[in-house]
Every structure is written in C-alpha cells, then in structure tokens.
C-alpha cells in the first residue's frame, strides 16, 4: 500500500490516511515503511478565526501550487468537532474544484472525540503525503482558541488569516495570532477596512518587539481576494511563502522547527502509549481498587497515581 | 488553607483553586490534604449549545438550591479558551447576583492552553468545593464538540440545555446529547417552537433505545423560563435532580459513577506524572536526538517512542 500510494494512488493514500485516524495496529508498520521517504515535502499551516475565508484561500492557493507544478496536499483539521460528516460533506464539494487532478489531495480529519487529536493524528497523516509525493502539505484549521497555536506547532511556515471589518476579533485574538503568523493575510481586502486592518496589525506587531532582533523573520503582510473565481494577491502570498521559505534554511529555524516537530510527534507516541499501559493496568483491578480508596476519602489522586505509575 | 476553607473562607477557597490551576508543587500535599473530606457533594453537569442561556439558568439554578439551604460551588469551564480574562469579568458580573451571600463559590475556569485542562484541573477545583462543604458543584460548559461529553464525565447529573427554534443545532448535537444526559431542560420556553422541541426531542429519545432496559434512567424534559428575574420551570428541575439522584443512589450508578471519575482522575494525574519525566528526558539529550533521527528518515516515530519509554 506504501509503495502504491508513492505512485500517487490516491486510494491508497486515503486508506493509509484511514488507518492512522483509526490508530489501528498495522501503523508501527506503515510508519516504518513511510519513514524513509519522509522529509521533503514542505507543511504550510493556515489559521484564523471563523468567516475570513479559510477554505476559499486554501482552494486558491492549491491552484497556485498546481500552476507552479507542484503536488499539494491538504489536510482540513476541525478540532471542535467529534464528528467527522459535516466534514465529509465539506470535502466533497472541495473535491470537485480539483476533480481529476492527480496533483491534488484533500481530506478532511476530524479530532474523533480524542483528546489530543490533532497532536496525535495529523502529524502522522502530514508524513503520508509528505512519503506520496507531495511537495506542500497545507493544513487548514478551523481557527478556534488552542487550535491555531497546534497547528503553527505543526508546520514550517504558518499563514494565519484575517479579514477587515474584525477589529474587536484580531484583538481578542492577537495573542496567540502574533507569535504563531510567519505571513499574515488579509483576506477579502476589497472590502471596507481592509487598510485599516492592515494598519492595526501593523502597529500591533511593531509593538510586540519579537520580530526586532537582528537576522529575526519580520512576518509580512498580503492583502488578497479568494474566492472560488479570484485569486487577487494569491501570488503574492506564494512569493512571500518562498521567501519565508529560503529564510528558514538560511537561519537554521527550519531544521529547529522539524526536529522539534518530530520531538513532539514521538512524545505524543509514547504518552497515549504509556496511557493503552495503563489501560490495561485499569482492566485489572489495580486502577479500580485505588479510585474505590480515592472515593472513600482513604487516599488522594496523586498518592494513587504514583501508585498506579509504579504497577507499569 | 484547607481548614479555613472548611470553614467557609471564600479566599481560601479562591487560593486552593489557584494551587490546582496553576498546577502547584503544594498540589499533593492540599490533595492529602483535603482527600478526608471529600465525597460529600453532589455534582451537577450542565451543558449545552451556545444561546440557550446557560449562565442564567445556573444563577437560577443557584437560587433555588440556595431557597433549600443548600450551599452551592459553580465551576465555569471554557475549554475552548486558553485566555482567563474574559472568564473573570463574567465571573464578576455574575458574582454580583449573590453578593454577600457566603454560601455560594462562583468561579470560572480556562484551560489556560493546556491539552486535557479540563479533565486535569476540574476535578481537583471540584474536590476543593466539596472539602469546603459545598452540598452541590455545579459544572457549566459551553458546549462545544466534545466539552459536552467531558463535562457528563465528570457529574453524577447531567443537565442539558436546548432552546426553541434551535432544530438545527439538536440534530447536530443529538449523537453527543442524547448519550450524555440524564434531565434535558428546554429554557426560553416562552418563545415559539417550545412545544416543537420538547417534541422533537421526544421523538429522538424514544428512537434512541438506550433507555429502554427495565430500570434505566429515563431523562426527563423540562420547560423552563430562567433569566436573571425569572424563575419559571426551575423548581421542577429540581425536583428531576432530586428522583435522578435517589435513583443514583438506589440503583447502584451513582457509586459506579464516582469510581469511574476517580479512576479517570488518578489515571489524568499518573499520564501528567509521566509526561512530566519524559520532559525531564527530553531535557537531557534522549528526546532531541531521537527526533533528529525520526527527521532523517533513519527511525520512525513508533520506534523512537519506544526508545523514550525505555529511557523512563
């Protein structure tokens, strides 16, 4: 199925993408054959609060990607949500503005009612494209409090998205939007504000002094219109991504930011790991009979995790 | 701290909350602490939709229980934010309403960015209520994706709120809701479509079958009015709560339910322990060299994260 879906089947890919959702056992195994081919593509992370056009700017940008040649995957993550259809549904209709290209993936994940979902699966869903042959992995986040700073954690570069007329939003938003953006967007720029956006975001970053250091990226800001038809500014946005690109190889932050990835990636591997241990633990009575003695007020939680932690 | 508590001391409430939030080193000792003198309170679930007006019917929920002479501890959880700012100035609106009255703790919780906040922080804020004699912890959500789920996990009662001319949002939400809810409450039951959603609801609770084993727990439906004068229908959740509670009681679920908190608790604790070392791991080079080679494609992840594991 590996060596299929490095031709680029796309069936394949779907269902190697399937098996790292379903966290089934045969992953220690696809992951070990997907790992040599590993480490080329490049992980575009795209966030931003809801209405700015987050699926439209996606679409765009693949059709930018396409015109450069370039294979593109996409990965549409939607943390909030246990549920996976409406999600289906959305891909569907994405999938026709690519229908029969080759050149293009797009799936939509759900977090599945796990917590640490995204930490979980999409790294590992990024690495099968990454193996398939694409050359950009673009994952899209539904852009809600924790979100955005996960998916920044993520990727090589970050977009995060913003539209005029949210000023109140940016605001509420701007911690966790500063330090995450390499390339901010202000999307649908033909309408009213969309200067002043672009203004207030200005002087907002100039006042967050983290960009100041010598040698340090200083996040550029793109003004375009996406939608389905338009792709004003588009190019802008993939000229500033290739520049954005360049600079993390010349700094050294691109290596940094993919070997702190992967740090991350093995951590999560090894904490739900640890945690299926102690659900074993938990099917024999040893985690059942310390939360009996905790409802009985006869010892604490944290005595009866070490407890807990020393019957591994 | 812990015994002023017990008293009532509201600012030693407060500061206890504090330790577990800011996940203290004092932690185990409050948690041995406090662990004789918990097990006390009952604790209420309440979740549901944005705008069906969850935080007025907790403050008349709060009334009422205050009416019985019941002294009551509110929990507001946002999960989906890592900010604490704008959960303080609700809670000090709201805090207004029972000005002066020492026998009600209100407080509001982020999960301040942590992954599984509030899986690991409720439950001990929930514990510091009921050490302070609190009769009922009254957990409020905002509902969204899976908070709903995790807030049923942590109550012996779940509330869940709907409002007319929300269909829509019942039918998205139905898979979570129904599984999770032991009294639904209809509030705004003065508007249009009431008697349509009480319907609707019925309708998908009999297609449920859950509840139809001889003894189960059949979830009541509850009309209410409660705004911030209005008290409507809230007596009779009350009186619900109270048959939900001597059926806990009797039919041996109610026990079950705080086994399987507690357990969910100590195993919270136990994977935060061992996450906690293996940030001591990767604070020696074990980690970062491991991720190294997961970037060069000469490991994958799953093997790396064995190898971390046997670094513990």
């Known amino acids: 199925m590996v060596s299929r879906a490095r031709e ?9 993408i399937s098996l790292v959702e379903d966290a089934s056992p045969l992953l220690r195994e696809v992951a070990a054959a997907l790992a040599p081919h590993t480490g080329r593509a490049r992980v575009l992370g795209l966030t931003g609060p809801p209405g700015v056009g987050k699926s439209t700017t996606t679409t765009a940008l693949v059709r930018a990607f396409r015109r450069a040649g370039q294979r593109v995957g996409v990965l549409a993550v939607d943390p909030s949500s246990p549920f996976s259809g409406g999600a289906l549904l959305g891909d569907r209709v994405r999938m026709q503005d690519h229908a029969g290209d080759s050149g293009v993936y797009i799936r939509s994940m759900a977090s599945r009612g796990h917590l640490g979902g995204l930490a979980w699966a999409t790294p590992q869903a990024m690495r099968v494209l990454d193996a398939a042959g694409c050359d950009v992995v673009l994952v899209e986040t539904v852009g809600v409090g924790q979100s955005e700073l996960e998916v920044a954690s993520l990727a090589d570069t970050t977009l995060v998205l913003l539209a005029p007329g949210m000023g109140d939003g940016i605001q509420a938003a701007k911690a966790g939007i500063l330090e995450v953006a390499d390339v901010f967007v202000v999307n649908k720029a033909d309408r009213d504000g969309a200067d002043t956006t672009v203004r207030d975001l200005r002087a907002m970053l100039s006042l967050g002094g983290r960009h100041t250091e010598a040698g340090a990226w200083r996040p550029p800001i793109v003004k375009t219109v996406a939608s389905r038809d338009t792709d004003n500014g588009v190019d802008d946005v993939l000229a500033r991504l290739a520049e954005h690109g360049e600079w993390l190889d010349s ?34 009575a040893a985690l059942g009979a310390l939360a009996e003695q905790v409802v009985a007020g006869e010892t604490d939680p944290y005595r009866a995790a070490d407890q807990l932690i020393a019957h591994l």
């Open 8 to 16: 680029g089947d796309a069936r394949s890919v779907a269902r190697l």
């Open 251 to 284: 700094s050294g932050e691109g290596r940094r930011r993919r070997v702190e990835r992967a740090a991350r990636e093995v951590e999560a591997i090894a904490v739900a790991g640890l945690r299926e241990r102690m659900g074993d633990v938990s099917g024999s």
